[in-house]
């Protein structure tokens, strides 16, 4: 009896570990994540917005 209780309060230890431990890895994934995501965004939409003047300012050197 006291081996399973000692088994127990093991499982227990580590139920709680994995939950604060994926806990964590959600708050990571919502604070850290979307930053980096708007950040990727817009950069892209930057280099769009560039070769797209890129373009115009070529077609309008042309003509």
Do not use: A, C, G, W
């Amino acid at each position: 009896m006291q081996k399973k209780k000692k088994k127990k309060k093991n499982s227990i230890f580590d139920n709680l570990l994995k939950t604060i431990i994926e806990y964590s890895y959600q708050y990571i994934y919502n604070v850290m994540f979307p930053p980096f995501l708007m950040y990727y965004f817009y950069n892209n939409m930057i280099s769009i917005v560039i070769r797209t003047k890129h373009k115009l300012y070529k077609n309008i050197r042309n003509k």
